[in-house]
């Protein structure tokens, strides 16, 4: 058993800390705040520049969760939801998943530990109908859609993949929070908690 691990990076596995530190090096200082309340499951508000590693603070304790945790079965699989007020945020944050998911997956498997893959969706207005129903069928671990299509999906048969979703990363909480909008996005996820607790 080696040493117990001190630091910001210490919620994290080993092979989670070890792929962080050979990638990026030191956390950022609003990743170094928020990395501890985020993987005790508080509510958290990470308030810092662009380029300060805000969605990877955000993700990094799912992931650590997700990849090391046995694969569920399809109807309790969407464990992580992250909306986003943009599309092309979206899409975006979905291809900057896989270079850490990657590289947390490969880190692990030299260790000789046992992992599975986190599958990643993205629902938004521009999702076609066969996806979207694929989704339904076959639900990812992390789902990423807008505030919009998360209404949609709240209201429609396809509410049940977000039965068992526990963690909800919102972006750009600043733009929606004031508007109409974040009004209309809060409600959801005040039916998303009702949806849980009924689960």
């Given at each position: 058993?080696?040493?117990?691990?001190?630091?910001?990076l210490?919620?994290?596995?080993?092979?989670?800390?070890?792929?962080?530190?050979?990638?990026?090096?030191?956390?950022t200082?609003?990743q170094?705040?928020a990395?501890?309340?985020?993987?005790r499951?508080?509510?958290?508000?990470?308030?810092?520049?662009?380029?300060?590693?805000k969605?990877?603070?955000?993700?990094?304790?799912?992931?650590?969760?997700?990849?090391?945790?046995?694969e569920?079965?399809?109807?309790?699989?969407?464990?992580?939801?992250?909306?986003?007020?943009?599309?092309?945020l979206?899409?975006?944050?979905?291809?900057?998943?896989?270079?850490?998911?990657?590289?947390?997956?490969?880190?692990?498997?030299?260790?000789?530990?046992?992992?599975h893959?986190?599958?990643?969706?993205?629902?938004?207005?521009?999702?076609a109908?066969?996806?979207?129903?694929?989704?339904?069928?076959?639900?990812?671990?992390?789902?990423?859609t807008?505030?919009?299509?998360?209404?949609?999906?709240?209201t429609?048969?396809?509410?049940?993949?977000?039965?068992?979703?526990?963690?909800?990363?919102?972006?750009?909480?600043?733009?929606l929070?004031?508007?109409?909008?974040?009004?209309?996005?809060?409600?959801?996820?005040?039916?998303?908690?009702?949806?849980?607790?009924?689960?």
């Open positions: 058993m080696g040493p117990v691990s001190k630091g910001p210490s919620p994290f596995r080993p092979a989670v800390r070890e792929w962080f530190e050979s990638a990026l090096g030191e956390p200082r609003a170094a705040l990395f501890g309340p985020i993987a499951g508080e509510s958290t508000l990470l308030l810092a520049p662009t380029g300060s590693g969605t990877l603070a955000a993700f990094l304790a799912a992931l650590d969760k997700l990849a090391f945790a046995p569920p079965p399809k109807e309790t699989r969407c464990r992580v939801l992250y909306v986003s007020p943009l599309k092309a979206a899409v975006d944050i979905e291809r900057n998943l896989r270079a850490p998911l990657a590289g947390i997956l490969e880190t692990a498997k030299r260790r000789g530990e046992e992992v893959a986190p599958t990643v969706g993205v629902r938004t207005g521009d999702t109908a066969i996806e979207r129903t694929r989704m339904v069928r076959a639900p990812p671990d992390i789902l990423i807008t505030p919009e299509s998360l209404y949609l999906m709240l429609s048969s396809a509410r049940d993949v977000l039965a068992h979703v526990e963690t909800v990363i919102i972006d750009e909480i600043h733009a929070a004031p508007s109409k909008r974040g009004a209309h996005l809060f409600l959801s996820l005040e039916r998303l908690e009702l949806l849980r607790a009924a689960s």
